[in-house]
């Protein structure tokens, strides 16, 4: 039997509910590569997703969202981010997501001033997922049409989080909006 969307939000219910630290996110990190190769729910819930976001899933109690994202253009490159006080899991689809993660080396004492130097990068490949723990800046770039999964432990929109500039060295608030 393949592993379905429904069983993936429980089993997010169940991890969160057992461990909300770093277990529960691995627990939910390596769940949903199970999700991803379930031929059927890629197809249903990421082929038919254009470019822009669907939510899949929502746990009130716990908070985790499940979304369906998705891009068709041809060259497209994210500014870093945070995710403010949630982590993050990915899980890729279809296409790739060029994934970099970056480091904050400034002292934080300035506002809106923050130097940021890349760290690490990797390509996330269909059928993988990777957490992001909270506070880890990243940015993703998707050279080609692509189709991911994100979870997060918050509703993003409404949590504050920043977007950085590495070449000017500046921050600004993303969400809430103003
Ligand atoms: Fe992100």
Redesign the pocket.
């Known amino acids: 039997m393949a592993y379905t969307l429904e069983q993936f939000g429980a089993d997010c219910r169940a991890s969160l509910s057992r461990d909300p630290g770093a277990g529960g996110r691995e627990a939910i990190r390596a769940r949903l590569e199970l999700l991803l190769a379930n031929r059927a729910f890629v197809e249903a819930c990421l082929s038919a997703q254009g470019s822009g976001k669907t939510v899949l899933y929502h746990d009130p109690d716990t908070g985790v969202y499940v979304m369906a994202h998705g891009t068709d253009e041809g060259d497209r490159r994210g500014r870093p981010?945070d995710?403010g006080a949630s982590w993050?899991v990915y899980g890729q689809a279809a296409g790739v997501t060029e994934m970099t993660v970056w480091e904050r080396t400034d002292d934080r004492s300035r506002p809106g001033h923050a130097a940021l130097e890349e760290i690490h990068g990797f390509t996330l490949e269909p059928g993988k997922a990777v957490l992001?723990d909270t506070g880890i800046i990243?940015s993703?770039a998707h050279p080609r049409p692509a189709r991911w999964v994100r979870v997060t432990g918050a509703d993003l929109d409404t949590i504050e989080r920043h977007a950085y500039d590495p070449d000017r060295r500046t921050m600004k608030r993303m969400t809430p909006a103003a």
Do not use: D, E, L, Y
């Open positions: 981010h995710h993050a992001f990243h993703t």
